[in-house]
């Protein structure tokens, strides 16, 4: 089966830098997706990596070594609005890889 | 766009009746997803169609669920009957098939008393 691995709770100050690290095993992987979610919310999707290397989209870059089975998100200049939850999602499957499983998801909180 | 639409919102039932959650995907998008998303179990995925038709519905609990996609503007998800254990927010997410990105409606919160 899939399995992933993120930590359940990281925090980090105003105006610094994280990373949210992701593990993961699954067979048939076309690529790691990354959502945020704000409490009471719906996931929001940030990006994603089909390929090894670096995605960078504004603030929010994002990571992935396919022989590692292991990719991160990185938030630089974090902002009081970044605290949410986020999540790791692998895409796999047949047919095209259309599905999504997500990781149990990380919460990031912002403090001053 | 008016992105992916759910209704009802918030459904409160007693244990035993019948609920069904329906689903209105963006335009144009060929992949919907039915998600179930508890403190204890997390975001799982339920069932998902690629062009109306059910592709992996490996992650429905149990039989009392069912999904249905009788057109590419609509969907439902029912259960019947219900129990107080399917109370969870339920997340309907659309995509272009083959995409890494998923648009996920704002979710129904079911509470099943």
């Known amino acids: 089966g899939q399995s992933l691995e993120q930590p359940s709770e990281v925090t980090a100050v105003e105006g610094a830098i994280v990373q949210i690290n992701c593990t993961y095993q699954?067979?048939?992987?076309?690529?790691l997706s990354w959502y945020q979610q704000h409490d009471g919310g719906a996931p929001t999707f940030l990006s994603y990596n089909a390929l090894d290397g670096l995605e960078e989209t504004g603030r929010f870059s994002s990571f992935l070594s396919r022989s590692d089975s292991y990719g991160y998100l990185l938030l630089q200049e974090l902002q009081m609005k970044d605290s949410a939850s986020y999540f790791c999602a692998v895409r796999e499957g047949t047919g095209g890889g259309n599905k999504l499983t997500f990781g149990t998801g990380t919460q990031l909180k912002v403090e001053l | 766009d008016a992105g992916v639409i759910q209704s009802p919102r918030h459904e409160v039932t007693e244990m035993g009746q019948e609920v069904t959650l329906r689903c209105k995907p963006i335009s144009g998008h060929n992949s919907l997803f039915w998600y179930r998303q508890t403190m204890m179990r997390g975001l799982e995925l339920l069932i998902y169609?690629?062009?109306?038709?059910?592709?992996?519905d490996s992650g429905m609990p149990e039989d009392r669920f069912s999904a249905k996609m009788p057109n590419a503007s609509f969907s439902t998800l029912k259960i019947q009957p219900s129990e107080p254990r399917d109370s969870a927010v339920y997340f309907c997410?659309?995509?272009?098939?083959?995409?890494?990105?998923?648009?996920f409606g704002p979710g129904t919160r079911l509470t099943v008393l």
């Open positions: 699954t067979s048939g992987f076309y690529g």
């Open positions: 997410a659309s995509s272009f098939q083959g995409r890494g990105e998923q648009f």
């Open positions: 169609f690629n062009n109306n038709v059910p592709i992996d």
